[in-house]
């Protein structure tokens, strides 16, 4: 069965980095887009970017273009999450989620089928 | 503020039949398909409803969606205590070339 296993919760002071892990299984891991979601406490959803597990192709939320960076690992199926020079708004959940995306002629049509079961990331002083 | 609208609450007795709109523009409802996720109590969303109308395997036909023009919506009939949780749609958005969200339905079952 398709899983999404992510790192555990971390308490970061405002202006460091993190690095967040999200490991799959039970499918293939190089024909899906890996997407990060993250949600403040008591917040709706936010999309932060996603990248091909195929390719490496990344495309980025414009509010966080420049302070994140997501990679993947095939060998270990593994995809990463960094977010740098944080700040308190950045503390939130952060999700990873299989991402069934196809693109033509600018749209994309897909869903998130599969979601990791969240890490916390606190920032504070 | 979200890119797409959903009103902030929604609620109905147990058997009932509730609706939650969500409304986009040319950009992403407009010309792309909605999904629906629901987000129970400290838990991870769940897909429940993608491509406007397809429910995955395992999610009860008691939830259907639809999309007319820049406006989508998510029926629950047969209203059960487990579904109360928070409820978002989402789209492709064509002009921020981004996956965007609505700020979330909370579902109190009275």
């Known amino acids: 069965q398709v899983q999404l296993v992510q790192s555990g919760a971390e308490v970061k002071k405002p202006g460091a980095s993190v690095k967040v892990s999200c490991k799959a299984s039970?499918?293939?891991?190089?024909?899906?887009?890996i997407s990060w979601v993250r949600q403040a406490p008591g917040q709706g959803l936010e999309w932060m970017g996603g990248?091909?597990?195929?390719?490496?192709?990344?495309d980025y939320a414009q509010k966080l273009q420049g302070r994140v960076t997501m990679t993947t690992d095939t060998s270990t199926n593994t995809a990463y999450m960094e977010l740098r020079s944080l700040r308190s708004d950045d503390t939130a959940m952060y999700y990873c989620?299989?991402?069934?995306?196809?693109?033509?002629?600018?749209?994309?049509?897909?869903?998130?089928?599969?979601w990791g079961q969240g890490t916390l990331i606190t920032v504070s002083s | 503020q979200s890119v797409l609208t959903q009103p902030p609450s929604a609620s109905g007795t147990p058997g009932q039949r509730v609706t939650i709109s969500c409304s986009g523009s040319?950009?992403?409802?407009?010309?792309?398909?909605v999904n629906w996720y629901q987000q129970l109590p400290g838990t991870a969303p769940k897909l429940l409803i993608y491509?406007?109308?397809q429910r995955p395997s395992g999610v009860p036909d008691r939830f259907s969606g639809s999309k007319s023009g820049t406006s989508a919506s998510l029926a629950i009939s047969g209203l059960q205590s487990e579904d109360e949780a928070d409820y978002y749609c989402?789209?492709?958005?064509?002009?921020?070339?981004?996956?965007?969200f609505g700020g979330g339905t909370k579902l109190t079952v009275l």
């Open positions: 491509s406007n109308n």
């Open positions: 990248i091909s597990a195929y390719n490496g192709y990344t």
């Open positions: 040319s950009s992403n409802i407009g010309s792309n398909t």
């Open positions: 989620a299989r991402d069934i995306r196809y693109c033509s002629g600018g749209s994309c049509y897909g869903y998130f089928d599969y």
């Open positions: 989402a789209a492709w958005d064509d002009s921020l070339t981004g996956w965007v």
């Open positions: 039970g499918y293939a891991f190089t024909t899906y887009v």
